[in-house]
């Protein structure tokens, strides 16, 4: 069964901090993975998408990386603002090309709560 | 202005009623999702549509029906078989359904939270 776990459930930094939030999945065969962050009682945004060739992609202060060996992605955040409190989505597409039997699956989410 | 709407963003129900939940976009996908949020838990899938006039159920789709009669517009109906329907409601569109090779990436509405009296 695919599964996506993400760690830690909640996370508390000091703004202008750095921290990592990490995301394990068992999805076979994988396709990409996208971090997302989500607002509270907002919808998620995109964030990035790696590919299984990619091993570091960066957004602004956003960093995410793969290693498809371990099947663990990673998002760190650099230098922490008030505006990063927020939910981070991992999601895992898996299946193969042309088949239709591409899967998507979520993990739970990690909150960030970045405090003054 | 392009992108998705969903709307009310507050809702609320009396046990026994059926609610309707609105999704439009403009993003001229083909494709168009309903999710279900609840604390400490990850988006779990209601139901999808791939192309106009045809759906198919999701993981949680018992009390919760659709319809997909328009390409910009994916209705969501939470009935009184559904036993616990306080929750986030997500509305979600890509190009191509994700089993498809045009699947880009979903995008999100901003959410319906819909709370039972």
Same mark, same amino acid.
């Given at each position: 069964?695919?599964?996506?776990?993400?760690?830690?459930?909640?996370?508390?930094?000091?703004?202008?901090?750095?921290?990592?939030?990490?995301?394990?999945?068992?999805?076979?065969?994988?396709?990409?993975?996208?971090?997302?962050?989500?607002?509270?009682?907002?919808?998620?945004?995109?964030?990035? %998408?790696?590919?299984?060739?990619?091993?570091?992609?960066?957004? !602004?202060? @956003?960093?995410? /990386?793969?290693?498809?060996? *371990? $099947?663990?992605?990673?998002?760190?955040?650099?230098?922490?603002?008030?505006?990063?409190?927020?939910?981070? %989505?991992?999601?895992?597409?898996?299946?193969?090309?042309?088949? !239709?039997? @591409?899967?998507? /699956?979520?993990?739970?989410? *990690? $909150?960030?709560?970045?405090?003054? | 202005?392009?992108?998705?709407?969903?709307?009310?963003?507050?809702?609320?129900?009396?046990?026994?009623?059926?609610?309707?939940?609105?999704?439009?976009?403009?993003?001229?996908?083909?494709?168009?999702?309903?999710?279900?949020?609840?604390?400490?838990?990850?988006?779990?899938?209601?139901?999808?549509?791939?192309?106009?006039?045809?759906?198919?159920?999701?993981?949680?789709?018992?009390?919760?029906?659709?319809?997909?009669?328009?390409?910009?517009?994916?209705?969501?109906?939470?009935?009184?078989?559904?036993?616990?329907?306080?929750?986030?409601?997500?509305?979600?569109?890509?190009?191509?359904?994700?089993?498809?090779?045009?699947?880009?990436?979903?995008?999100?509405?901003?959410?319906?939270?819909?709370?039972?009296?």
């Amino acid at each position: 069964k695919n599964q996506v776990e993400q760690s830690p459930q909640s996370l508390i930094i000091l703004e202008g901090k750095n921290c990592t939030l990490q995301c394990n999945y068992t999805v076979s065969p994988f396709s990409n993975l996208r971090w997302y962050k989500q607002d509270t009682g907002r919808g998620p945004v995109s964030l990035t %998408i790696m590919t299984f060739s990619e091993n570091t992609k960066s957004n !602004g202060r @956003y960093t995410a /990386t793969l290693d498809a060996d *371990t $099947k663990q992605s990673s998002l760190h955040i650099t230098a922490s603002q008030l505006s990063d409190s927020a939910s981070y %989505i991992c999601v895992v597409r898996s299946g193969y090309s042309g088949a !239709g039997s @591409y899967q998507l /699956t979520f993990g739970k989410g *990690t $909150k960030l709560s970045v405090i003054p | 202005d392009g992108g998705i709407t969903q709307s009310p963003k507050y809702l609320f129900r009396k046990e026994g009623q059926n609610v309707t939940l609105s999704c439009e976009q403009n993003l001229n996908h083909d494709a168009m999702y309903w999710y279900r949020q609840d604390p400490g838990q990850g988006l779990r899938l209601i139901y999808y549509s791939q192309i106009v006039n045809d759906f198919q159920k999701g993981d949680i789709a018992e009390g919760y029906s659709v319809s997909r009669e328009k390409k910009e517009s994916f209705p969501l109906t939470v009935t009184s078989a559904q036993k616990n329907p306080t929750a986030f409601y997500l509305c979600a569109s890509s190009i191509g359904g994700w089993g498809s090779s045009t699947y880009n990436e979903q995008f999100f509405g901003p959410g319906t939270r819909l709370t039972v009296l």
